[in-house]
Nanobody, 122 residues
Framework: QVQVAESGGGLVQAGGSLRLSCAAS????????MTWFRQAPGKEREFVAL????????AYSDSVKGRFIISRDNAKYRGYLQMNSLEPEDTAVYYC???????????????WGQGTQVTVSS
């Protein structure tokens, strides 16, 4: 079994920063890609960022590229999403997911956290 839990969400003003954490259990963590998705009210879940099992490769959606940084620390079984220059359009529930495939498609992932709310005010 692999369990995933996000934390670090909250309310921040536009231009501010937040760091989300993704805690994962299970020995397979280091063999799994880790990704972040988000879902805003009335919108479909969308890809945000992706990191390979070793951290050697990353990918970002165009909307967050240059502002967000994804990272991981396999020794601590944790992943992170550093969010800078936040804007109201970033408001959403952010989900961490992990699985064996390096993919930006939500259906590729088997294990998901419960989500953490990020609200950016103007």
């Amino acid at each position: 079994q692999v369990q995933v839990a996000e934390s670090g969400g909250g309310l921040v003003q536009a231009g501010g920063s937040l760091r989300l954490s993704c805690a994962a259990s299970g020995r397979a963590f280091s063999s799994y890609a880790m990704t972040w998705f988000r879902q805003a009210p009335g919108k479909e879940r969308e890809f945000v960022a992706l990191i390979s099992k070793t951290g050697g490769s990353t990918a970002y959606s165009d909307s967050v590229k240059g502002r967000f940084i994804i990272s991981r620390d396999n020794a601590k079984y944790r992943g992170y999403l550093q969010m800078n220059s936040l804007e109201p359009e970033d408001t959403a529930v952010y989900y961490c997911a992990t699985g064996p495939s390096y993919s930006s498609k939500a259906m590729s992932y088997d294990y998901w956290g419960q989500g953490t709310q990020v609200t950016v005010s103007s």
